[in-house]
């Protein structure tokens, strides 16, 4: 019967915890990539500043996505 109490109330949030942190090492790579890939655009004599634009903006937006991911496995303290 499923109205046994969870044995284990844990396992569920372990489980999340590990997709979390799989999922920021996959975005952490990502914008290491994008970050390489400003700065060889940058190196050369005339960059294409539209295309390294684009590559800034889709790097702060995994900057955002790291940081959210990152305040899912800290809880908050109430100091």
Do not use: Y
Not at 35 to 50: G, I, N, S, T, Y
Request: proline residues 6%.
């Amino acid at each position: 019967m499923t109205d046994e109490p969870s044995t284990n109330d844990d396992e569920p949030s372990d489980e999340s915890d590990h997709a979390i942190e799989r999922r920021l090492s996959i975005l952490r790579e990502e914008h290491q990539d994008l970050d390489a890939a400003v700065q060889a655009l940058e190196e050369r004599p005339q960059p294409d500043m539209l295309q390294v634009a684009r590559l800034k903006k889709k790097k702060l937006a995994l900057k955002d996505k790291i940081g959210r991911l990152e305040d899912m496995l800290m809880p908050d303290i109430i100091a």
